[in-house]
């Protein structure tokens, strides 16, 4: 069973920066595409960014591109999220997805982890 922590989150001020991380385990080997969704308070989940297991495809959401940056790195299993530019839109919990895909939008459909708060303020 897989299990995915995420880590990094907490308070910061607007254009400030953070790293999130999220560390996969409980598995041999994962084919799919890993990614960030988060959910603000009284908002629904959403998209925020996604990369394929080579690295090579990478789509954010229009709200955090050019500030958000996506990686991975397969040999710790484990999936990043360095935030710039933070603004106070950003405050949500952050969940990863370790099996992320394209229907008419991007979902999650493999395991979640707990998520990780991320506080911006002004």
């Known amino acids: 069973q897989v299990q995915l ?5 907490g308070l910061v001020q607007a254009g400030g920066s953070l790293r999130l991380s999220c560390a996969a385990s409980g598995r041999t080997y994962s084919y ?3 990614g960030w969704f988060r959910q ?6 959403e ?11 990478i789509v954010y959401a229009d709200s955090v591109k050019g500030r958000f940056t996506i990686s991975r790195d397969n040999a ?20 990863c997805n370790d099996r992320v ?3 008419s939008t ?16 002004s």
């Open 5 to 9: 922590v995420e880590s990094g989150g």
């Open 32 to 34: 799919y595409a890993m």
């Open 40 to 45: 603000a308070p009284g908002k629904e989940r």
């Open 47 to 57: 998209f925020v960014a996604v990369i394929t297991l080579s690295g090579g495809g």
């Open 76 to 95: 710790k299993d484990t999936v990043y999220l360095q935030m710039n530019s933070l603004k106070p839109e950003d405050t949500a919990v952050y969940y």
């Open 101 to 103: 895909e394209y229907g």
């Open 106 to 121: 991007w979902v999650g459909r493999g395991s979640w982890g707990q998520g990780t708060q991320v506080t911006v303020s």
